[in-house]
């Protein structure tokens, strides 16, 4: 089955929503808890689908999960981890990019791993070659087979002195899980630092573990024999909060995210105000308005945090077809990421695509031929359309573009939705947009 939303466009969403962990956060904090030998409590995790798949992935190596006291409270009992069948971790192939995470946690404590192959949104190429480089240096031994990726270390995994050639996101919490529990020191140059790494690093030091998070992107773990579990309770979902307000400025309305955090998301406010949008901190959440009058064009280019995420791209986008003269946009972080456009310009944006960097720095994919700059020229009413959706943030921003055009949209495929966004469907009711969710027969 795949479900279809039904939007009839054009009212301005208004009123409270509230926003849980962050997708990007708790689903590494879940697997934090394999490098434990007692149990964890994580708090704050939100019922999104990515959650399920990792939540099945543990329970299948033994991890014992259930519901804690409080709503949104998971408890991860690590006594039993074993080395699950492979035909069962099949199964998961290509739900989600997390398995990967497993390989350390899963060598140090069982001496072998085996990694189905990865999904995740279809944003980019997305190679895990940083991510198996980091695990041969610390002395794992990796195989990689038609179904997924075989580990296994003849003898304790060594702390090493990696430099990433990117800082990735994901290779860094690699380095840590793997890191945490090596002998010896590593030194990581070139490191993520967006929150959600922060956040995971002050899981593990809660666990046990010696980090130090230095000038210029570079980390040091001294490895330490074992870990307790931890408890904790997640960051909030910068990206589902940007995302909120980034509807709210594209169908002229007024929300309240309840549970947004200023200090991660200085960048993304900034470049709100910039547009022309208005914002209310308080100690609760963040509103966001769009305070009536035209909204300003601007030039936008994706970065690393601190810079301008990725994930915020997509959403914002469409409050840029509301704008007044030519936006720029190069998006630096992955290489096919503006394919999400193209349904947009049915719907009546004008957007035009090209390959060049039309940012103020080349980035990695200029000398190459992928469509990663766009022109963004407005306001442009928006027209009701038929929309199957191709990744998570780009579906939201599709979703966002239905709920800001007159007429009715049929949005196919919004289960990819459901993997970053909490009860959506909701939300949106509450915030008092027409939108009806119903299944149907998967499209072939
Ligand atoms: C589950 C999760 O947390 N996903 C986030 C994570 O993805 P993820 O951790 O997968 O993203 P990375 O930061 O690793 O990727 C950044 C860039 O590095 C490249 N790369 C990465 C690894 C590798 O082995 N080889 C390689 O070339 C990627 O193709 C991409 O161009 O960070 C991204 C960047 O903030 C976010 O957009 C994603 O929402
Ligand atoms: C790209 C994203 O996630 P993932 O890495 O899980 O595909 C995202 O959250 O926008």
Known sequence: MSSTLTVTGGAPLKGSVAVRGAKNFVTKA??????????????????????????????????????????GELVLDPA???????????????????PVLFCGPLVHRLGEAFIPDLGGCRIGDRPINYHLDVLRQFGAVVDKRPSGIALSAPRRLRGTRISLPYPSVGTTEQVLLTAVRAEGVTELRNAAVEPEVLDLIAVLQKMGSIISV?????????GVDSLTGYEHRALPDRIEAAS?????????????????????????????????????????????????????SIALETDVHPGFMTDWQQPLVVALTQAQGLSILHETVYENRLGFTDALVRMGATIQVY????????????????????????????QGADITVPDLRGGFSQLIAAL???????????????????????KLA??????VRDEEPARV
């Not at 910039?274 to 209310?280: E, H, P, S, V, Y």
């Not at 800001?404 to 909701?426: C, K, N, Q």
């Not at 509450?430 to 939108?435: C, E, H, I």
Request: glycine share 12%; proline share 3%; charged share 25%.
């Open 404 to 426: 800001a055009a007159d007429g009715t949209s049929r949005v196919h495929g919004i289960d990819l939705i459901d993997r970053g966004y909490e009860h959506f469907a909701e």
């Open 244 to 296: 909120w307000g980034a509807a709210a400025l594209a169908t002229g309305g007024d929300v309240y995210v309840e549970g947004a955090r200023q200090p991660d998301m200085m960048t993304f406010l900034n470049t709100f105000r910039k547009i022309g949008g208005a914002f209310d901190v308080d100690d609760s959440g963040i509103r966001f308005m769009h305070p009536g009058g035209p909204l300003r």
């Open 355 to 382: 390959r060049e960097c039309l940012g103020s720095t080349p980035c990695r994919f200029g000398a190459q031929d992928f469509r990663h700059s766009a022109v963004v020229s407005g306001p442009t009413r928006l």
């Open 214 to 222: 230095d000038t210029d992107r570079v980390i040091r773990i001294e």
């Open 430 to 435: 509450a915030l008092g947009a027409q939108a």
């Open 30 to 71: 879940m697997v934090a808890s394999l490098l434990g030998e007692t149990t964890s409590r994580l708090r704050n995790v939100p019922d999104i689908s990515d959650v399920a798949v990792v939540r099945g992935l543990l329970e299948l190596h033994g991890v014992r999960v259930s519901e804690g006291a409080e709503d």
């Open 80 to 98: 039993d981890v074993e080395v699950a069948a492979v035909a069962d971790i099949d199964a998961h192939a290509g739900s989600s990019r997390i």
